[in-house]
C-alpha cells in the first residue's frame, strides 16, 4: 500500500479486537468481494481488504449502498468492529476510493 499517503493513527488489522463493538476508520487495499443472498431475498457483501502492514481486514456491508464494481486502489472504510462465529470482521458504514491504482508493493 501507499505508506506515505496514509495517516499513522489509524486502526490496523492487529488493533481491531481492541475496538470491539466501536467505530473506527482503516485504510485498506482493494483484494476481492462476494456478494451472498439472505433468506429474506437481500443482498450482503463480504469484502477483503489489506492494511498497510499486509494484514487482511474483512469487512461486511448488510445495507448494500456501496457500489462494490470495485477498481484497484486504497479506500478509506468507516464501520463497527463485530466478533461473529470467531471472525473479527468491520461493519462498514461508510467507504470511499482515497488512493487509485496498482499496490507499489507488486510493481
Keep these: 500500500m501507499l505508506k ?3 495517516n ?3 486502526v490496523v488489522s492487529r488493533d481491531m479486537l481492541s475496538f470491539l463493538n ?7 487495499y482493494y483484494i ?3 456478494r451472498s443472498k439472505t433468506k429474506q431475498g437481500n443482498y ?3 469484502g477483503t481488504f489489506e492494511d498497510r502492514e499486509g494484514a487482511i481486514i474483512d469487512t461486511v456491508d448488510f445495507v448494500g449502498k456501496y457500489p462494490w464494481k470495485f ?3 486504497v479506500y478509506r472504510i468507516a464501520g463497527i468492529v463485530r466478533v461473529e462465529y ?3 470482521t468491520l461493519e462498514i ?3 470511499e476510493r482515497v488512493i487509485e491504482g496498482e499496490d507499489i508493493r507488486y510493481n
Excluded: A, P, Q
Excluded at 22 to 28: V, W
Design 44 to 46: 450482503v457483501y463480504f
Design 4 to 6: 506515505e499517503t496514509i
Design 86 to 88: 470467531g471472525y473479527i
Design 8 to 10: 499513522d493513527s489509524e
Design 71 to 73: 477498481s484497484r486502489g
Design 32 to 34: 476481492s468481494m462476494k
Design 93 to 95: 458504514n461508510e467507504m
Design 22 to 28: 466501536k467505530s473506527i476508520i482503516m485504510y485498506g
